[in-house]
């Protein structure tokens, strides 16, 4: 049988509860949550900016901040102009920032198979060096890899769940 | 002013609906779209292990998986097991390949950020050598990048809107 990973055969030991992608989702599955976080990469600060900017209703646009805000992946810090009332500006934590790699993705296979009709809206470069921006999969001997050269194995996570059941069972 | 990046001067000019970001949401944008993909990555083929790997009702896998063959994600193929009724399994195209780098950096992220209790569930690594695999933002010249070292620039897209709002007005 073809596959691309060998977890088959671990697979419903594995379980989706276990898995990263699935807990990742649970922070940044929403397509709202995840245009949000785009606009702070690209500088957005304010709260009227980041409702305009991702086009949605300052309720929603609200709720999504408050969640971001709520699982540390964005700070809501006060600031004030002369003459205003107090007003709050969002910043990408460390956590936030670790995003970066799915959102460059993100738009890489946007940018590859669904572009608009005049072509990729945005290009990335390097600003040091002016070379052009994109994702790999790598393995820590330095080849790029792609899904057929990767292979799954059961983590620390998966490891500990069976002992679990081995010795209740 | 504090930017990651250098877009927010054109950023209202820019427009989401431009996005390759928000484009790709659109195709892989709900939580049950992109774990029904990282089960095709994993090798799963059959309608009945997709719904119960997933944890999503036979409904709801059914509605995904029409969808990802509409977008031509996954194709559907008959097969037929002896004495039993043809039945459909599904494959990733190319264009559904692509998505790999956008799962690892979610896997990635949700192993540093929000593991389970006992550590990451799976790890990956190079089926030729052995090393562990991971997501890289890289700039051809081959620096590995982080987002503050990465400028966002207009690109054809952005410049032929520009172009004709420039002729119309």
């Known amino acids: ?4 990973f060998d977890l088959t055969r671990h ?5 989706s509860a276990h898995c990263s992608i699935a807990r990742a989702l649970e922070v ?23 409702a305009r900017r991702v086009g949605v209703t300052e309720q929603v646009a ?29 910043r990408l934590t460390d956590k936030g920032r670790d995003l970066y790699p799915v959102l460059v993705s993100l738009l890489q296979w946007g940018d590859a198979h669904n572009p ?6 945005i290009r990335l470069q390097h600003r ?12 820590a001997a330095g080849h790029e890899l792609r899904a057929r050269d990767v292979e799954v194995l059961p983590g620390p996570g998966v490891r500990a769940a069976r002992k679990r059941r081995a010795t209740t069972s």
Chains 1, 2 share one sequence.
Request: hydrophobic share 30%; aromatic share 10%.
């Open 62 to 90: 609200s709720t999504r901040l408050k969640a971001l805000v709520d699982e540390r992946m964005l700070t809501r810090e006060p600031y004030q102009e002369p003459g205003q009332r107090t007003r709050f500006e969002y």
């Open 128 to 139: 040091d060096c002016g070379a052009p921006v994109t994702v790999e999969v790598r393995c």
């Open 11 to 15: 697979r419903d030991a594995y379980g």
């Open 28 to 50: 940044v599955g929403t397509r709202s949550a995840m245009l949000v976080l785009r606009e702070a990469f690209y500088g957005t600060r304010r709260f009227d900016d980041f």
């Open 1 to 4: 049988m073809e596959n691309e």
């Open 116 to 121: 608009g009709p005049d072509g990729p809206p």
